[in-house]
Nanobody, 111 residues
Framework: QVRLVESGGGLVQSGGSLRLSCAAP????????PGWYRQAPGKERELVAT???????TYADSVKGRFTISRDNAKTTVYLQMNSLKPEDTAVYYC?????WGKGILVTVSS
């Protein structure tokens, strides 16, 4: 079964950092642009960041300068480094690759 495996979430204080990882199937990793999305309670899912095979990146305005998306093609893994976290970053974060979605991982930022 093809799936995405997310890890690295948890509870952190405001101003802290976390790094999310998403391991993807090697057969499709090179041909897609992975991304991270998030969904906060009571809100719609929103794009956080994406990265192309050529390592061009896009970010939501709310995370620019604080979050960094990267990819390791050898490990077929995409990362989301999150710094200067704020309580409003609290959400379930989802990895996306083409038509595949991870199960989601909870990030909670306490004030």
């Amino acid at each position: 079964q093809v799936r995405l495996v997310e890890s690295g979430g948890g509870l952190v204080q405001s101003g802290g950092s976390l790094r999310l990882s998403c391991a993807a199937p090697g057969s499709i990793f090179s041909f897609n642009s992975p991304g991270w999305y998030r969904q906060a309670p009571g809100k719609e899912r929103e794009l956080v960041a994406t990265i192309t095979s050529g390592t061009s990146t896009t970010y939501a305005d709310s995370v620019k300068g604080r979050f960094t998306i990267s990819r390791d093609n050898a490990k077929t893994t995409v990362y989301l480094q999150m710094n200067s976290l704020k309580p409003e970053d609290t959400a379930v974060y989802y990895c996306n690759l083409g038509k595949l979605w991870g199960k989601g991982i909870l990030v909670t930022v306490s004030s």
